[in-house]
């Protein structure tokens, strides 16, 4: 009767009183009251919640919070305690179990990646930890090597799945989620160079250990729990596809999945082409001319407008960085890591200030020496109208000696 009684008074609540205390049971939360306080009121007042609710209010409240590796994890730990057996089950259909489905996709890397660190990773730790001996040390370097492989997971999820929730308004998981998925990677990184350069301090490499297992799992039940139903009760068909059509270009985890074949394979492009010519002021070229000229530049070229939104970028035979036409419309903030974006703000605010007009960079990536370089696009009459990022390889180049005067 008691629970008559509470979906009775649920039905009665208005939006406005049931988002009060849904928003209040965040911020008790942060001031120090029990889980299980505030999950008996949340239970008896409002019932379920959606993962939409979660999301809006999640993101509300820690969107400027600057937190370390530990604090954040520990806020996802405690509202997953809070919401976990309250969140709305809403799906009617199971697109995501379709083979090749990028959900599916993830899914699948997910099982591996919990095979890797809860039935090898945790008993060679053990090991490690009973016998720092050679063999032990180096089958731990070994799994951190194959682990490393999750930032392919992390990357198609940051720079696919992301900008669609975005374009959606829905803001809250993506932005947490990606610090976290950088402490994720940052341990691993830390646990290879101490396993690598191995001083016999077994304590820095257990505890490291610990963190990104416990974090790797915790992140599986949040895409699992949150942002994949989040991402299908939102994404269309063709945007999925999109997604899946690009994941190639970033690559995957541990797995090589299917190709995605639902019954309608057509997929509607956002941009409206046209035949005609593009007259500039030194000439004359068709949009497939133009297009073919850009993308045969031996550089990645990438415009940002003034409203700091993508809006191009070139696709030459070797990208330097890895692009996916899911960034075009998204701000050029959201496609950084949040430890990097202050970086970002401060170079756009000197162009858009006129304070500077160009910055250069210049860093050692996978065997490239990459020269990146930034310039404030202004019109005729100085007015800033975007930014223009121009990165190019430039090890050959400097490899280059004496002259070269005939055709070889």
Same mark, same amino acid.
């Given at each position: 009767?008691?629970?008559?009684?509470?979906?009775?008074?649920?039905?009665?609540?208005?939006?406005?009183?049931?988002?009060?205390?849904?928003?209040?049971?965040?911020?008790?939360?942060?001031?120090?009251?029990?889980?299980?306080?505030?999950?008996?009121?949340?239970?008896?007042?409002?019932?379920?919640?959606?993962?939409?609710?979660?999301?809006?209010?999640?993101?509300?409240?820690?969107?400027?919070?600057?937190?370390?590796?530990?604090?954040?994890?520990?806020?996802?730990?405690?509202?997953?305690?809070?919401?976990?057996?309250?969140?709305?089950?809403?799906?009617?259909?199971?697109?995501?179990?379709?083979?090749?489905?990028?959900?599916?996709?993830?899914?699948?890397?997910?099982?591996?990646?919990?095979?890797?660190?809860?039935?090898?990773?945790?008993?060679?730790? &053990?090991?490690? $930890?009973?016998?720092?001996? %050679? =063999?032990?040390? @180096?089958?731990?370097?070994?799994?951190? /090597? !194959?682990?490393? *492989?999750?930032?392919?997971?992390?990357?198609?999820?940051?720079?696919?799945?992301?900008?669609?929730?975005?374009?959606?308004?829905?803001?809250?998981?993506?932005?947490?989620?990606?610090?976290?998925?950088?402490?994720?990677?940052?341990?691993?990184?830390?646990?290879?160079?101490?396993?690598?350069?191995?001083?016999?301090?077994?304590?820095?490499?257990?505890?490291?250990?610990?963190?990104?297992?416990? &974090?790797?799992? $915790?992140?599986?039940?949040? %895409? =699992?729990?949150? @942002?994949?139903?989040?991402?299908?009760? /939102? !994404?269309?068909? *063709?945007?999925?596809?999109?997604?899946?059509?690009?994941?190639?270009?970033?690559?995957?985890?541990?797995?090589?999945?299917?190709?995605?074949?639902?019954?309608?394979?057509?997929?509607?492009?956002?941009?409206?082409?046209?035949?005609?010519?593009?007259?500039?002021?030194?000439?004359?070229?068709?949009?497939?001319?133009?297009?073919?000229?850009?993308?045969?530049?031996?550089?990645?070229?990438?415009?940002?407008?003034?409203?700091?939104?993508?809006?191009?970028?070139?696709?030459?035979?070797?990208?330097?960085?890895?692009?996916?036409?899911?960034?075009?419309?998204?701000?050029?903030?959201?496609?950084?890591?949040?430890?990097?974006?202050?970086?970002?703000?401060?170079?756009?605010?000197?162009?858009?200030?006129?304070?500077?007009?160009?910055?250069?960079?210049?860093?050692?990536?996978?065997?490239?020496?990459?020269?990146?370089?930034?310039?404030?696009?202004?019109?005729?009459?100085?007015?800033?109208?975007?930014?223009?990022?121009?990165?190019?390889?430039?090890?050959?180049?400097?490899?280059?000696?004496?002259?070269?005067?005939?055709?070889?």
């Amino acid at each position: 009767m008691s629970e008559l009684i509470n979906n009775r008074e649920q039905n009665k609540m208005s939006n406005s009183e049931r988002e009060a205390i849904i928003k209040q049971s965040f911020m008790d939360l942060h001031n120090g009251k029990s889980v299980e306080e505030i999950k008996s009121r949340l239970i008896d007042k409002v019932g379920y919640i959606t993962i939409g609710e979660i999301s809006r209010f999640q993101h509300a409240i820690m969107e400027d919070m600057n937190l370390e590796a530990h604090d954040a994890t520990e806020i996802c730990l405690q509202h997953r305690e809070i919401f976990k057996d309250l969140i709305e089950k809403t799906l009617a259909t199971h697109p995501e179990e379709q083979p090749g489905h990028p959900v599916h996709t993830f899914k699948l890397e997910n099982r591996e990646l919990e095979k890797l660190v809860n039935d090898k990773i945790k008993p060679h730790l &053990q090991d490690f $930890e009973q016998d720092d001996h %050679e =063999e032990h040390r @180096l089958k731990l370097l070994e799994d951190c /090597n !194959l682990l490393l *492989d999750i930032g392919k997971h992390y990357e198609r999820k940051e720079q696919l799945l992301f900008p669609y929730l975005e374009k959606y308004g829905i803001y809250g998981p993506t932005n947490m989620m990606w610090k976290i998925d950088d402490f994720i990677q940052d341990a691993i990184k830390d646990t290879k160079k101490m396993l690598s350069d191995y001083d016999g301090n077994q304590q820095p490499v257990v505890e490291v250990v610990n963190f990104f297992i416990d &974090q790797v799992n $915790e992140m599986i039940y949040r %895409e =699992e729990n949150i @942002l994949f139903p989040m991402s299908l009760n /939102n !994404l269309t068909e *063709d945007e999925w596809m999109k997604i899946a059509n690009e994941s190639d270009e970033i690559g995957f985890c541990l797995i090589s999945p299917d190709d995605w074949k639902p019954e309608r394979n057509v997929i509607v492009d956002e941009q409206i082409t046209t035949k005609g010519f593009i007259k500039m002021e030194t000439g004359i070229l068709s949009l497939k001319q133009l297009e073919l000229l850009l993308n045969h530049l031996p550089v990645d070229i990438t415009f940002i407008d003034k409203d700091d939104v993508v809006r191009y970028f070139s696709k030459g035979k070797e990208r330097i960085f890895a692009r996916t036409k899911a960034v075009i419309g998204r701000t050029v903030q959201n496609c950084h890591p949040p430890r990097s974006v202050h970086v970002v703000e401060e170079l756009l605010e000197d162009f858009k200030t006129g304070k500077k007009d160009t910055e250069d960079f210049w860093i050692k990536v996978k065997g490239k020496y990459v020269y990146i370089r930034y310039f404030a696009v202004r019109d005729e009459d100085g007015e800033y109208i975007g930014t223009m990022e121009f990165s190019q390889n430039i090890a050959p180049i400097q490899e280059i000696e004496g002259e070269k005067r005939i055709l070889s």
